[in-house]
């Protein structure tokens, strides 16, 4: 039987604990607002709990079979995250009408396949929370919507974070700073990742 309060905490402390996904979310709350980053939030809980939906039906073995497979989606989510740090680096005054927008729903639960922390998360909650006594169709329910329900608010409250910080942000100094900090950030998860 799935022990679905174990798994409730272990998607917490795993979604709530810094990550690409967490700190892409408080920049986009910081430059756009809750309100435009909503797609991105529900786009990571939802392609996150369809990734381990699918890495329980078997895409972990492919990996095992195809390891340059993983390998490639480790280096091509390493670029994107670097590419990611370049842009926040560069970015313009929150508010200002540019160009730039927040990711959109299918960005963000695209993104999860390149993200080595969905990736490590998924893996390990599968082989954490397999329930072979439990029928397949039901796991993978609970599994979901346990990953999805938890997943939201945990990195909802990031983006809160990055609504909050919006007012100190207004000064193109502090500005410059947050963006600064948020991308070394970025770039020490990733190096902590392909350690």
């Not at 842009?87 to 993200?115: D, H, I, M």
């Not at 020490?188 to 990742?193: A, D, E, K, V």
Request: aromatic share 14%.
């Amino acid at each position: 039987m799935l022990d679905i309060a174990a798994l409730g905490a272990y998607s917490f402390v795993m979604s709530i604990t810094p990550g690409p996904n967490n700190l892409m979310v408080t920049a986009s709350g910081a430059r756009f607002g809750y309100r435009a980053t909503i797609p991105h939030l529900l786009g990571i809980s939802i392609g996150y709990a369809l990734m381990t939906v699918a890495v329980a039906l078997g895409l972990r073995q492919l990996f095992v079979w195809l390891p340059w497979l993983y390998s490639g989606l480790k280096w091509g989510g390493m670029v994107y995250l670097l590419w990611l740090c370049w842009q926040l680096l560069r970015e313009g005054e929150v508010g200002e009408r540019s160009s730039a927008r927040p990711l959109t729903f299918l960005q963000a639960a695209l993104f999860q396949y390149v993200n080595p922390k969905a990736w490590v998360m998924a893996m390990t909650t599968v082989s954490l929370f397999a329930a072979p006594a439990m029928p397949v169709w039901q796991w993978l329910a609970l599994l979901f919507g346990v990953l999805a329900v938890v997943n939201y608010p945990c990195i909802s409250a990031w983006a809160l974070f990055g609504v909050q910080m919006r007012r100190y942000l207004v000064n193109p100094a502090t500005r410059r700073i947050f963006n600064a900090i948020m991308a070394v950030l970025l770039l020490l998860t990733l190096w902590m990742m392909m350690r």
